[in-house]
T-cell receptor
Framework: DAKTTQPPSMDCAEGRAANLPCNHSTISGNEYVYWYRQIHSQGPQYIIHGLKNNETNEMASLIITEDRKSSTLILPHATLRDTAVYYCIETSGSRLTFGEGTQLTVNP | ETGVTQTPRHLVMGMTNKKSLKCEQHLGHNAMYWYKQSAKKPLELMFVYNFKEQTENNSVPSRFSPECPNSSHLFLHLHTLQPEDSALYLC????????????????FGSGTQLSVL
């Protein structure tokens, strides 16, 4: 699986939208973009995934650019419990290769 | 509660000890995984089991020995570990680890925090 690029850290005010960017400029046609998050001292938690269309579920929205070289995870109303490391992963199979991720801190 | 349970939650062992980590999933999944997360490092995939058969060993030292007696249980047997093996060991499961064009999402346990003295 090719590597993605994410900012190491971001801050967000409670109640505001958190927009987490991810670059995956070498993504191939059959690779999906997956987002996970890891709250301190817990295992990673699946958030959302997509191929080329924008996706939304009860946790977040995923916006993928038309050329598929980047994406943005949106938490519409961030809460303190959303403070975590967020991982953006591109994969075409069962192997998940985790990078450093983005440490999102939601401030009161 | 993710449906994946790991025990023990914390473990301290000496370099000459033998211990085992246990993972159990209640999701009816067919694939199970061991990951290692050292301090300030990304998660590293160690082993993959699909329908009880080991399908991937990511060059893990033989002092780590996995066992998958059935699709619901996964063990990691530890023997003569080194201090650098201290880490958070995470178990995960997915519906199908067969890969292909569509990846099945993983469900992780809370991990076992291992300290080797």
């Amino acid at each position: 699986d090719a590597k993605t690029t994410q900012p190491p850290s971001m801050d967000c005010a409670e109640g505001r939208a958190a927009n987490l960017p991810c670059n995956h400029s070498t993504i191939s046609g059959n690779e999906y973009v997956y987002w996970y998050r890891q709250i301190h001292s817990q295992g990673p938690q699946y958030i959302i995934h997509g191929l080329k269309n924008n996706e939304t579920n009860e946790m977040a929205s995923l916006i993928i650019t038309e050329d598929r070289k980047s994406s943005t995870l949106i938490l519409p109303h961030a809460t303190l419990r959303d403070t975590a490391v967020y991982y953006c992963i591109e994969t075409s199979g069962s192997r998940l290769t985790f990078g450093e991720g983005t440490q999102l801190t939601v401030n009161p | 509660e993710t449906g994946v349970t790991q025990t023990p939650r914390h473990l301290v062992m000496g370099m000459t000890n033998k211990k085992s980590l246990k993972c159990e999933q209640h999701l009816g999944h067919n694939a199970m995984y061991w990951y290692k997360q050292s301090a300030k490092k990304p998660l590293e995939l160690m082993f993959v089991y699909n329908f009880k058969e080991q399908t991937e060993n990511n060059s893990v030292p033989s002092r780590f020995s996995p066992e998958c007696p059935n699709s619901s249980h996964l063990f990691l047997h530890l023997h003569t570990l080194q201090p650098e093996d201290s880490a958070l060991y995470l178990c995960a499961s997915s519906q199908d680890g067969g890969g292909g064009g569509v990846y099945e999402k993983l469900f992780f346990g809370s991990g076992t925090q291992l300290s080797v003295l």
